[in-house]
């Protein structure tokens, strides 16, 4: 079964506000990029947190059929990225978001109303 990128993107957005992600930022980068059409965006406060965000995208995904491609990052729980194929996310802990501010590299990307 296959995903559309505008549906991968709304299962990714509705996995991080269930587990109360910080400041969720949907970029579209069609047209900018060719790793992928979306990128979300979003942060933890704790290692836990960060860790519950990414498992809900996990679960939602391994749900909808959606094939996932890679995760990095869950055993530091510092930036976690979860590769879907046409949307990637990137859960941040607030440290890290901060430092590394990847909204400000994509800033050619559109943000997209995720609600």
Same mark, same amino acid.
């Given at each position: 079964?296959?995903?559309?990128p505008k549906e991968?993107?709304?299962?990714?957005?509705?996995?991080?506000?269930?587990?109360?992600?910080? @400041?969720?930022?949907?970029?579209?980068?069609?047209?900018?990029?060719l790793v992928a059409?979306? %990128?979300?965006?979003?942060?933890?406060?704790?290692?836990?947190?960060?860790?519950?965000?990414?498992?809900?995208?996990?679960?939602?995904? @391994?749900?909808?059929?959606?094939?996932?491609?890679?995760?990095?990052?869950?055993?530091?729980?510092?930036?976690?990225?979860?590769?879907?194929?046409? #949307?990637?996310?990137? #859960? %941040?802990?607030?440290?890290?978001?901060?430092?590394? @501010?990847?909204?400000?590299?994509?800033?050619?990307?559109?943000?997209?109303?995720?609600?």
């Amino acid at each position: 079964m296959s995903v559309k990128p505008k549906e991968l993107l709304h299962l990714a957005t509705e996995a991080v506000a269930e587990r109360k992600a910080m @400041n969720v930022v949907a970029l579209d980068l069609t047209g900018i990029s060719l790793v992928a059409d979306y %990128f979300v965006v979003c942060h933890g406060n704790s290692d836990t947190q960060v860790q519950a965000i990414a498992n809900e995208v996990r679960k939602r995904a @391994n749900d909808a059929g959606a094939p996932i491609r890679g995760i990095e990052g869950m055993d530091s729980a510092r930036w976690v990225l979860i590769d879907l194929g046409d #949307v990637i996310v990137h #859960v %941040f802990h607030r440290d890290e978001r901060e430092y590394y @501010n990847i909204e400000r590299v994509w800033s050619d990307a559109k943000v997209v109303e995720t609600v």
